[in-house]
């Protein structure tokens, strides 16, 4: 047994394992994020994360919240991991996102405010359990920028674009399956009704959250192939928009037989789930055929294997 830095480490084979001082430590450290960040994701939710633009911020949390439970999970119970503690380099880390914090809270600035969290958490991760755990959770941290407000610059420059080509995706599909359909810009005509492609619906938002969740499904399933986990990587922004597409025209499908009021009301915010719904059953979908693809690529090679053997 030796001590390193204060912590209590028991060697055995390849395994360090942390002992601490029980739970007290952790309590602590907890309590201390509640105070620092719990007032931060309050005024979140009564600002940003109440529009629309932000509204996938509580869900990326939440979500990090159980990815480091998960993977912490199965970082204690891999005797492989070493747990040796580097604090040149986390106390460094942890006091830059600490001077990021007290700038964004004095000054308002949720970029830096709400992005604080992520050097603080590395700085702590480094502190107590080190450089190989910090990979180990390496995407938890990569999964919690998604939940860091973007200026409202880099939003209006990044939702313009994607909605002109939501917009075109929409139009095109209605008028294949035989609706009056006309567009001018963001502007889509069905029938009598005009609709316009807001912000909302030009998938910035679920194209963020969209693609933390599919990046997530892949970390989670952890496919062997890496081709495999490269291909649905890059089906994922195709997916996200295919998703956003649908959302648009079923929005204009309502529009178009139950009138506007249906449209805006209560049905606009079911067609956001119908979009998650189309692209989780899209991600599923895309990864079943692959594995489809390479079952019967192997059963190719198999056969050849044993025609060339006989």
């Not at 394992?17 to 994020?33: K, Q, T, V």
């Not at 409202?152 to 009056?180: C, F, N, R």
């Amino acid at each position: 047994m030796i001590s390193v830095d204060g912590v209590t480490m028991r060697n055995g084979g390849n395994r360090s394992r942390y002992e601490g001082g029980g739970l007290f430590p952790w309590l602590l450290i907890l309590l201390g994020f509640g105070a620092t960040y719990l007032p931060t994701f309050i005024d979140l939710s009564r600002t940003l994360w109440s529009t629309d633009q932000n509204a996938h911020g509580p869900i990326v949390l939440a979500v990090a919240i159980w990815f480091f439970y998960f993977k912490g999970r199965l970082i204690s119970a891999d005797p492989d991991v070493k747990i040796s503690p580097a604090p040149l380099l986390g106390w460094p880390v942890l006091l830059v996102g600490l001077l990021l914090y007290v700038v964004g809270r004095s000054q308002e600035f949720y970029l830096f405010e709400a992005g604080s969290l992520i050097p603080v958490l590395v700085g702590v991760v480094l502190l107590f359990f080190g450089t190989q755990v910090l990979r180990r959770l390496w995407f938890a941290f990569f999964f919690l920028f998604f939940m860091v407000p973007l200026p409202g610059s880099v939003i209006d420059a990044m939702t313009q674009p994607m909605k002109v080509a939501v917009s075109w995706g929409s139009e095109h599909l209605l008028y294949a399956l035989g609706y009056p359909i006309a567009r001018n810009g963001v502007v889509l005509m069905v029938g009598q009704y005009q609709l316009l492609v807001a912000d909302a619906c030009a998938g910035l938002n679920s194209l963020f959250t969209l693609e933390a969740l599919g990046l997530l499904y892949l970390n989670v399933v952890r496919h062997e192939s890496m081709k495999r986990n490269a291909v649905l990587a890059a089906l994922i922004v195709p997916i996200s928009f295919t998703s956003n597409v649908i959302r648009v025209v079923t929005l204009a499908l309502i529009t178009y037989y139950l009138g506007d009021e249906a449209g805006q009301g209560f049905l606009h915010g079911f067609s956001g789930m119908v979009l998650f719904i189309t692209a989780l059953l899209l991600i599923i979908g895309v990864d079943s055929l692959l594995q489809v693809i390479m079952d019967y690529r192997k059963r190719r090679q198999a056969l050849n294997q044993s025609r060339a053997a006989t």
